[in-house]
């Protein structure tokens, strides 16, 4: 769809706007890689029971430990905090043990910041609970 008005309602549109905030087009290869992924999980439904098992497997090992997260089944997994500070120590934490776990810092205003953890088909149960473990260090459960 389309909304059609003057050059201000337009931007307080964009500004305000959820939809606009923090979002950009994707690349063709992002889209390309998507489109192949969605025919990879077709053909391979095991593949999409595997990864929503991960996330599973990984949700519930944050939330024992305390972590504040965003409820449901979702591969992508975001640990949320309050303070960019503390997000930041534990990305950077997380670099030195050989995790790689993005700090999300939108250049809108929000109420909190977030490390997001991405399950894949392919992690295996060792690689979790590594990721678990690392964490659990971190929070010195």
Same mark, same amino acid.
């Given at each position: #769809?389309?909304?059609?008005?003057?050059?201000?309602?337009?931007?307080?549109?964009?500004? #305000?706007?959820?939809?606009?905030?923090?979002?950009?087009?994707?690349?063709?290869?992002?889209?390309?890689?998507? *489109?192949?992924?969605?025919?990879?999980? &077709? @053909?391979?439904? @095991?593949?999409?029971?595997?990864?929503?098992?991960?996330?599973?497997? !990984?949700?519930?090992?944050? =939330?024992? =430990?305390?972590?504040?997260?965003?409820?449901?089944?979702?591969?992508?997994?975001?640990?949320?905090?309050?303070?960019?500070?503390?997000?930041?120590? =534990?990305?950077?934490?997380?670099?030195?043990?050989? !995790?790689?776990?993005?700090?999300?810092?939108?250049?809108? @205003?929000?109420? #909190?910041?977030?490390?997001?953890?991405?399950?894949?088909?392919?992690?295996?149960?060792?690689?979790?609970?590594? *990721? =678990?473990?690392?964490?659990? &260090?971190?929070? #010195?459960?």
């Amino acid at each position: #769809g389309f909304i059609s008005g003057n050059r201000e309602l337009i931007t307080s549109i964009r500004e #305000g706007s959820a939809m606009y905030q923090a979002s950009t087009s994707l690349p063709p290869p992002v889209v390309a890689a998507g *489109l192949a992924s969605v025919k990879i999980m &077709k @053909e391979h439904p @095991e593949l999409r029971e595997r990864v929503f098992k991960n996330a599973k497997h !990984i949700r519930a090992g944050i =939330l024992v =430990l305390g972590f504040d997260t965003i409820a449901g089944d979702a591969p992508i997994i975001p640990l949320l905090f309050r303070a960019y500070a503390n997000a930041a120590r =534990l990305s950077e934490f997380m670099k030195k043990n050989n !995790i790689i776990v993005p700090l999300i810092s939108y250049p809108v @205003e929000m109420d #909190g910041f977030m490390i997001r953890i991405t399950a894949s088909a392919n992690h295996t149960g060792e690689q979790i609970s590594e *990721l =678990l473990d690392v964490l659990k &260090k971190w929070t #010195g459960f």
